[in-house]
């Protein structure tokens, strides 16, 4: 039998769980001013474009990745050019640690989330209340990209064909990040 101490943390636990799976991965789509998540480009020189996509805690490093490369060769033929080439780029990852009380019951006064707001009457640490850990991560990919003109890209072994790219990585092409989407 659970004590209704342990029967509250479990259902803490499994409602935080449950949240957590309603989020869903960054969408294709430009970021918007005080929006998180989306794809920015910005020309830099006539032919040279930073370009970056940021996900959000539950867009895997590859999609972050996918969804660059996808931008890059959408930038590149809007720009009138054929290839591209990674003048620098590179993927980064914020990770970020929470420690959430999972109880304000009995022995807590006012807010209960210093160690001055518990009192241990009931043979609980005296260091504080018990805490819910979570860590999530975000990635930001982002790569300044040189634009070939047709012809170019024959003399760059590293020449990136951004037709090639469009087909194969528009978002209906992009892998899932939703395990519930995998066949």
Do not use: K
């Amino acid at each position: 039998m659970l004590t209704p101490r342990i029967s509250r943390l479990a259902a803490l636990a499994a409602l935080a769980l449950t949240l957590a799976a309603c989020e869903t991965p960054a969408a294709y789509a430009p970021r918007r001013t005080g929006m998180g998540t989306g794809y920015t480009d910005r020309e830099l020189a006539p032919g040279r474009f930073r370009v970056t996509f940021t996900g959000n805690s539950v867009t895997s490093r590859e999609t972050v990745e996918n969804y660059l490369l996808l931008r890059a060769a959408e930038v590149t033929l809007a720009s009138g050019g054929t290839h591209f080439l990674f003048d620098d780029r590179d993927t980064r990852a914020q990770t970020s640690i929470h420690a959430d009380p999972m109880f304000h019951g009995p022995g807590y006064w006012g807010g209960g989330y210093g160690y001055w707001g518990f009192r241990p009457r009931w043979g609980m640490s005296g260091f504080g209340p018990p805490l819910m850990i979570s860590q999530t991560t975000r990635y930001q990919a982002y790569a300044e990209i040189v634009v070939l003109r047709p012809g170019q890209e024959r003399n760059e072994n590293r020449a990136v064909d951004a037709r090639e790219i469009v087909n194969h990585l528009s978002p209906q092409a992009a892998p899932s990040d939703h395990p519930d989407d995998h066949v």
